[in-house]
Protein backbone atom coordinates (compact mmCIF):
# COMPACT_ATOMS: atom_id res chain seq x y z
CA UNK A 1 0.00 0.00 0.00
CA UNK A 2 1.36 3.33 -0.95
CA UNK A 3 0.58 6.68 0.56
CA UNK A 4 2.81 9.26 2.53
CA UNK A 5 3.79 8.33 6.45
CA UNK A 6 2.56 11.05 8.78
CA UNK A 7 3.10 10.76 12.53
CA UNK A 8 -0.37 11.32 13.17
CA UNK A 9 -3.70 10.57 10.87
CA UNK A 10 -6.68 12.16 12.45
CA UNK A 11 -10.10 11.06 11.31
CA UNK A 12 -12.99 13.38 11.45
CA UNK A 13 -12.86 17.62 11.53
CA UNK A 14 -14.95 18.12 13.78
CA UNK A 15 -14.10 20.00 16.87
CA UNK A 16 -12.50 17.10 18.70
CA UNK A 17 -10.59 15.97 15.71
CA UNK A 18 -9.90 19.57 14.59
CA UNK A 19 -8.47 20.93 17.96
CA UNK A 20 -6.25 17.71 18.33
CA UNK A 21 -4.87 18.50 14.63
CA UNK A 22 -4.22 22.17 15.56
CA UNK A 23 -1.84 21.48 18.91
CA UNK A 24 -0.33 18.49 17.39
CA UNK A 25 0.63 20.60 14.09
CA UNK A 26 1.75 23.28 16.36
CA UNK A 27 4.17 21.06 17.89
CA UNK A 28 5.65 20.30 14.77
CA UNK A 29 4.48 16.77 14.09
CA UNK A 30 2.98 15.83 10.42
CA UNK A 31 -0.59 15.62 10.99
CA UNK A 32 -3.06 13.97 8.71
CA UNK A 33 -6.78 15.34 9.24
CA UNK A 34 -9.48 13.93 6.82
CA UNK A 35 -13.07 13.83 6.98
CA UNK A 36 -15.76 12.54 4.68
CA UNK A 37 -17.32 15.94 4.37
CA UNK A 38 -17.04 18.99 2.47
CA UNK A 39 -16.31 21.97 4.85
CA UNK A 40 -18.89 24.26 5.71
CA UNK A 41 -21.52 21.51 6.66
CA UNK A 42 -24.09 21.33 8.73
CA UNK A 43 -24.33 18.97 11.57
CA UNK A 44 -27.30 17.77 13.67
CA UNK A 45 -26.42 19.69 17.17
CA UNK A 46 -27.50 21.80 19.04
CA UNK A 47 -25.12 24.37 18.69
CA UNK A 48 -24.78 25.46 22.25
CA UNK A 49 -21.04 25.85 24.01
CA UNK A 50 -21.00 26.49 27.73
CA UNK A 51 -18.75 29.23 29.34
CA UNK A 52 -15.85 27.12 29.64
CA UNK A 53 -15.80 26.37 26.13
CA UNK A 54 -14.95 29.97 24.73
CA UNK A 55 -10.91 29.88 26.40
CA UNK A 56 -10.45 26.83 24.57
CA UNK A 57 -11.46 28.48 21.37
CA UNK A 58 -9.47 31.31 22.22
CA UNK A 59 -6.46 29.39 22.59
CA UNK A 60 -7.27 27.39 19.44
CA UNK A 61 -7.18 30.72 17.98
CA UNK A 62 -10.62 30.50 16.13
CA UNK A 63 -12.89 34.14 18.75
CA UNK A 64 -11.71 36.54 15.39
CA UNK A 65 -13.23 34.31 12.96
CA UNK A 66 -16.27 33.46 15.26
CA UNK A 67 -17.00 36.92 16.03
CA UNK A 68 -17.11 38.19 11.95
CA UNK A 69 -20.39 37.45 12.58
CA UNK A 70 -22.47 38.82 15.60
CA UNK A 71 -22.37 35.80 18.60
CA UNK A 72 -25.27 35.01 20.73
CA UNK A 73 -24.45 34.75 24.11
CA UNK A 74 -26.24 33.43 26.30
CA UNK A 75 -26.43 34.17 30.02
CA UNK A 76 -27.50 30.67 31.20
CA UNK A 77 -30.86 28.04 30.93
CA UNK A 78 -33.60 27.17 31.77
CA UNK A 79 -35.21 24.55 32.38
CA UNK A 80 -39.25 23.47 32.02
CA UNK A 81 -40.83 20.95 33.75
CA UNK A 82 -43.63 18.92 32.85
CA UNK A 83 -45.86 20.32 35.00
CA UNK A 84 -45.53 24.12 34.39
CA UNK A 85 -42.18 24.86 36.81
CA UNK A 86 -38.86 26.36 35.62
CA UNK A 87 -35.41 26.08 37.04
CA UNK A 88 -33.34 29.31 36.06
CA UNK A 89 -29.52 28.65 36.24
CA UNK A 90 -26.68 31.57 35.43
CA UNK A 91 -23.65 31.25 34.54
CA UNK A 92 -22.73 34.03 36.19
CA UNK A 93 -23.46 32.41 39.57
CA UNK A 94 -20.65 30.07 39.16
CA UNK A 95 -18.59 31.90 41.89
CA UNK A 96 -14.40 31.23 42.30
CA UNK A 97 -12.52 31.07 45.54
CA UNK A 98 -12.55 34.88 45.63
CA UNK A 99 -15.94 34.94 45.28
CA UNK A 100 -15.69 36.59 41.81
CA UNK A 101 -18.11 34.40 38.78
CA UNK A 102 -16.04 32.46 36.72
CA UNK A 103 -17.94 33.03 33.59
CA UNK A 104 -20.23 34.99 32.28
CA UNK A 105 -21.92 33.53 29.19
CA UNK A 106 -21.88 30.90 26.72
CA UNK A 107 -21.73 30.95 22.61
CA UNK A 108 -24.31 29.64 20.52
CA UNK A 109 -22.71 28.89 17.11
CA UNK A 110 -23.97 27.38 14.05
CA UNK A 111 -21.56 23.83 13.54
CA UNK A 112 -21.08 25.15 9.54
CA UNK A 113 -19.15 28.10 11.38
CA UNK A 114 -17.81 26.14 14.40
CA UNK A 115 -16.23 23.63 12.53
CA UNK A 116 -14.72 25.62 9.84
CA UNK A 117 -13.12 27.96 11.68
CA UNK A 118 -11.88 24.61 13.48
CA UNK A 119 -10.61 23.06 10.36
CA UNK A 120 -8.87 26.55 8.69
CA UNK A 121 -7.29 26.85 12.07
CA UNK A 122 -6.02 23.50 11.86
CA UNK A 123 -4.90 24.05 7.94
CA UNK A 124 -3.28 27.16 9.16
CA UNK A 125 -1.28 25.51 11.65
CA UNK A 126 0.30 22.87 9.47
CA UNK A 127 -2.32 20.08 9.52
CA UNK A 128 -2.22 18.29 5.79
CA UNK A 129 -6.59 18.68 5.42
CA UNK A 130 -8.25 16.40 3.16
CA UNK A 131 -11.97 16.83 2.85
CA UNK A 132 -14.41 13.87 0.96
CA UNK A 133 -11.64 11.19 1.85
CA UNK A 134 -13.86 8.41 3.34
CA UNK A 135 -12.32 5.25 5.61
CA UNK A 136 -12.88 2.25 4.15
CA UNK A 137 -10.43 0.02 6.39
CA UNK A 138 -7.40 0.52 8.30
CA UNK A 139 -4.97 -1.81 10.09
CA UNK A 140 -1.87 -1.70 11.99
CA UNK A 141 1.01 -3.63 10.37
CA UNK A 142 4.27 -3.01 12.05
CA UNK A 143 4.96 0.02 13.12
CA UNK A 144 2.17 2.05 11.54
CA UNK A 145 -1.52 2.12 10.49
CA UNK A 146 -2.78 1.60 7.01
CA UNK A 147 -5.32 3.68 6.55
CA UNK A 148 -7.61 2.88 3.15
CA UNK A 149 -10.36 5.74 1.36
CA UNK A 150 -13.09 4.35 0.13
CA UNK A 151 -13.24 6.01 -2.96
CA UNK A 152 -10.48 5.61 -5.88
CA UNK A 153 -10.02 9.37 -6.27
CA UNK A 154 -8.54 9.06 -2.92
CA UNK A 155 -4.97 8.56 -1.38
CA UNK A 156 -4.45 6.22 0.86
CA UNK A 157 -2.39 6.96 4.24
CA UNK A 158 0.20 5.70 6.75
CA UNK A 159 0.19 6.89 10.06
CA UNK A 160 2.05 5.91 13.05
CA UNK A 161 -0.74 6.76 15.01
CA UNK A 162 -4.55 7.25 14.81
CA UNK A 163 -6.75 9.56 16.05
CA UNK A 164 -10.51 8.53 15.51
CA UNK A 165 -12.61 11.31 16.03
CA UNK A 166 -15.03 10.87 13.55
CA UNK A 167 -18.39 11.00 15.81
CA UNK A 168 -21.36 8.72 17.72
CA UNK A 169 -20.71 6.89 14.29
CA UNK A 170 -17.13 6.10 14.29
CA UNK A 171 -16.26 3.93 11.27
CA UNK A 172 -12.59 3.37 13.34
CA UNK A 173 -14.31 2.23 16.28
CA UNK A 174 -16.48 -0.31 14.44
CA UNK A 175 -13.64 -1.38 12.13
CA UNK A 176 -11.47 -2.13 15.39
CA UNK A 177 -14.21 -3.84 16.94
CA UNK A 178 -14.56 -1.25 20.11
CA UNK A 179 -18.03 -0.25 19.47
CA UNK A 180 -20.75 -1.95 21.71
CA UNK A 181 -24.70 -1.44 21.44
CA UNK A 182 -26.29 0.07 24.46
CA UNK A 183 -29.68 -0.06 25.89
CA UNK A 184 -30.80 3.03 24.89
CA UNK A 185 -31.48 4.01 21.71
CA UNK A 186 -32.61 8.12 21.06
CA UNK A 187 -32.90 9.89 17.88
CA UNK A 188 -32.88 13.50 17.63
CA UNK A 189 -34.07 16.34 15.36
CA UNK A 190 -32.34 19.52 14.92
CA UNK A 191 -33.74 22.76 13.02
CA UNK A 192 -33.11 26.24 12.71
CA UNK A 193 -36.73 28.11 13.40
CA UNK A 194 -37.78 31.79 13.36
CA UNK A 195 -40.99 33.37 15.13
CA UNK A 196 -40.52 31.48 18.72
CA UNK A 197 -41.91 33.85 20.70
CA UNK A 198 -40.80 35.05 23.90
CA UNK A 199 -37.18 34.20 23.42
CA UNK A 200 -34.13 36.08 25.71
CA UNK A 201 -30.88 36.16 26.58
CA UNK A 202 -31.18 31.89 28.30
CA UNK A 203 -31.34 28.42 26.34
CA UNK A 204 -34.18 26.60 27.14
CA UNK A 205 -34.76 22.87 27.69
CA UNK A 206 -38.04 21.62 27.99
CA UNK A 207 -39.42 18.34 29.31
CA UNK A 208 -41.98 16.45 28.49
CA UNK A 209 -43.60 12.99 27.86
CA UNK A 210 -40.38 10.76 27.64
CA UNK A 211 -38.93 13.49 25.71
CA UNK A 212 -37.22 16.60 25.78
CA UNK A 213 -35.91 20.17 23.32
CA UNK A 214 -33.31 22.37 23.79
CA UNK A 215 -33.65 25.86 22.30
CA UNK A 216 -30.34 27.96 21.41
CA UNK A 217 -31.14 31.32 19.87
CA UNK A 218 -28.64 31.72 16.97
CA UNK A 219 -28.36 35.66 16.94
CA UNK A 220 -28.57 38.58 19.34
CA UNK A 221 -31.90 39.48 20.27
CA UNK A 222 -31.12 42.93 18.72
CA UNK A 223 -30.27 40.98 15.12
CA UNK A 224 -32.67 38.52 14.82
CA UNK A 225 -34.46 35.35 16.26
CA UNK A 226 -32.51 32.28 14.68
CA UNK A 227 -32.60 29.21 16.80
CA UNK A 228 -31.40 26.04 16.72
CA UNK A 229 -34.44 23.69 18.10
CA UNK A 230 -32.83 20.34 19.28
CA UNK A 231 -35.65 17.27 19.86
CA UNK A 232 -34.40 13.92 21.14
CA UNK A 233 -37.24 10.98 21.67
CA UNK A 234 -36.82 7.51 22.00
CA UNK A 235 -36.51 5.33 19.05
CA UNK A 236 -38.65 2.68 19.73
CA UNK A 237 -41.34 4.33 20.86
CA UNK A 238 -41.00 7.21 17.99
CA UNK A 239 -39.12 5.76 15.37
CA UNK A 240 -42.04 5.09 13.02
CA UNK A 241 -43.80 8.12 13.70
CA UNK A 242 -40.81 10.09 11.84
CA UNK A 243 -40.31 8.08 9.15
CA UNK A 244 -40.91 10.37 6.57
CA UNK A 245 -42.46 12.70 7.85
CA UNK A 246 -39.61 14.66 10.19
CA UNK A 247 -40.89 17.90 9.91
CA UNK A 248 -44.32 17.28 10.97
CA UNK A 249 -43.49 14.85 14.19
CA UNK A 250 -41.29 17.86 15.10
CA UNK A 251 -43.59 20.83 15.20
CA UNK A 252 -46.27 18.50 16.61
CA UNK A 253 -43.96 17.79 18.94
CA UNK A 254 -43.05 20.80 20.25
CA UNK A 255 -46.55 22.08 20.70
CA UNK A 256 -46.96 19.28 23.47
CA UNK A 257 -44.36 21.21 25.90
CA UNK A 258 -46.33 23.16 28.16
CA UNK A 259 -43.47 25.72 28.21
CA UNK A 260 -43.61 26.28 24.49
CA UNK A 261 -47.41 26.66 24.44
CA UNK A 262 -48.87 29.78 22.97
CA UNK A 263 -45.41 30.68 21.75
CA UNK A 264 -45.29 28.85 17.93
CA UNK A 265 -48.26 30.50 16.34
CA UNK A 266 -45.30 31.91 13.88
CA UNK A 267 -43.17 29.71 14.29
CA UNK A 268 -41.57 28.38 10.74
CA UNK A 269 -38.75 26.06 10.08
CA UNK A 270 -36.21 27.66 7.84
CA UNK A 271 -33.20 25.10 7.08
CA UNK A 272 -34.34 21.54 6.31
CA UNK A 273 -34.60 19.52 9.29
CA UNK A 274 -31.16 17.23 10.41
CA UNK A 275 -31.46 13.79 11.92
CA UNK A 276 -28.94 11.75 13.68
CA UNK A 277 -29.70 8.43 15.96
CA UNK A 278 -28.03 5.82 18.26
CA UNK A 279 -27.06 8.80 20.32
CA UNK A 280 -26.47 5.96 23.29
CA UNK A 281 -23.93 4.19 21.30
CA UNK A 282 -20.86 2.84 23.80
CA UNK A 283 -17.10 1.97 23.32
CA UNK A 284 -15.09 -1.04 24.70
CA UNK A 285 -11.98 1.11 25.59
CA UNK A 286 -11.05 4.26 25.05
CA UNK A 287 -7.64 3.77 23.19
CA UNK A 288 -5.49 0.84 22.01
CA UNK A 289 -2.02 0.24 20.36
CA UNK A 290 -1.42 3.36 18.64
CA UNK A 291 -5.05 4.90 18.76
CA UNK A 292 -6.67 7.25 20.93
CA UNK A 293 -10.50 8.23 20.33
CA UNK A 294 -11.96 11.56 21.19
CA UNK A 295 -14.48 13.60 21.19
CA UNK A 296 -18.13 11.83 20.76
CA UNK A 297 -16.14 8.80 19.26
CA UNK A 298 -14.92 8.46 22.80
CA UNK A 299 -18.10 9.46 24.81
CA UNK A 300 -21.22 9.80 23.44
CA UNK A 301 -24.18 11.21 25.06
CA UNK A 302 -27.67 10.95 24.91
CA UNK A 303 -27.41 14.45 23.82
CA UNK A 304 -27.19 16.90 20.94
CA UNK A 305 -24.77 19.47 22.98
CA UNK A 306 -21.49 20.02 21.84
CA UNK A 307 -19.54 20.71 25.60
CA UNK A 308 -16.19 22.00 25.47
CA UNK A 309 -14.95 18.42 26.30
CA UNK A 310 -14.45 18.21 22.45
CA UNK A 311 -12.03 20.96 22.14
CA UNK A 312 -10.85 19.87 25.51
CA UNK A 313 -9.91 16.11 24.66
CA UNK A 314 -7.96 17.02 21.27
CA UNK A 315 -5.70 19.05 23.52
CA UNK A 316 -5.26 16.24 26.21
CA UNK A 317 -5.04 13.94 23.56
CA UNK A 318 -2.30 15.96 21.96
CA UNK A 319 -0.40 16.49 25.40
CA UNK A 320 -0.55 13.07 26.29
CA UNK A 321 1.46 11.93 23.23
CA UNK A 322 3.89 14.42 23.29
CA UNK A 323 4.63 13.48 26.08
CA UNK A 324 4.40 10.07 25.78
CA UNK A 325 6.35 10.04 22.33
CA UNK A 326 9.46 12.83 23.02
CA UNK A 327 11.46 13.76 20.03
CA UNK A 328 9.26 11.37 18.06
CA UNK A 329 11.25 8.37 19.39
CA UNK A 330 8.24 5.63 19.02
CA UNK A 331 7.86 3.20 21.70
CA UNK A 332 7.11 -0.83 20.33
CA UNK A 333 3.91 -0.88 18.92
CA UNK A 334 3.50 -3.91 21.85
CA UNK A 335 3.70 -1.09 24.61
CA UNK A 336 1.86 1.81 22.97
CA UNK A 337 -1.50 2.20 24.52
CA UNK A 338 -2.26 5.96 25.86
CA UNK A 339 -4.65 6.74 27.79
CA UNK A 340 -6.25 10.18 27.47
CA UNK A 341 -5.49 12.51 30.88
CA UNK A 342 -6.78 15.99 31.64
CA UNK A 343 -3.16 17.71 31.39
CA UNK A 344 -1.92 20.85 30.09
CA UNK A 345 -1.62 21.80 26.72
CA UNK A 346 1.42 20.67 25.17
CA UNK A 347 4.64 22.85 23.99
CA UNK A 348 3.64 24.68 20.78
CA UNK A 349 6.34 26.13 18.44
CA UNK A 350 6.00 27.67 15.36
CA UNK A 351 5.03 25.81 12.56
CA UNK A 352 4.75 27.31 9.07
CA UNK A 353 2.76 25.55 6.43
CA UNK A 354 -0.76 24.08 5.63
CA UNK A 355 -2.59 22.51 3.19
CA UNK A 356 -6.28 21.96 2.87
CA UNK A 357 -7.83 19.70 -0.42
CA UNK A 358 -11.13 18.13 -1.65
CA UNK A 359 -9.68 15.30 -3.05
Sequence with gaps: MTGRLYDVAIVGAG???????????RAGWQVALVDRAAFPRDKPCAEYLSPAAEPLLRDLGVMDALAAHPLSRLLGFRIYAPGGGVIQGDFAATKGSDGAALFASGLAV???????????????????????????????????YHLQPAGPASEPIRARLVVAADGVHSVVARRLGLARPAALHKVALVAHMRGIGGLGDYGEMHVANRRYVGLAPLEPRARGDLCNVALVVDEARDGCKIAGRAEAFL??????????????????????????????????????????????????????????????SGRCAAHSWRRASAARHWPPVTSARWRWRATTAPTRPSFAGSGRSRG
Design 15 to 25: PAGSSTATYLA
Design 110 to 144: PRSRLDLALLEAAAGAGAEVRERWSLASLALEEDC
Design 251 to 312: LESLATFPGLRGRLADAAIVRKTLATSGLCTHVRRLSGARLLLVGDAATPLATTIPSPARAS
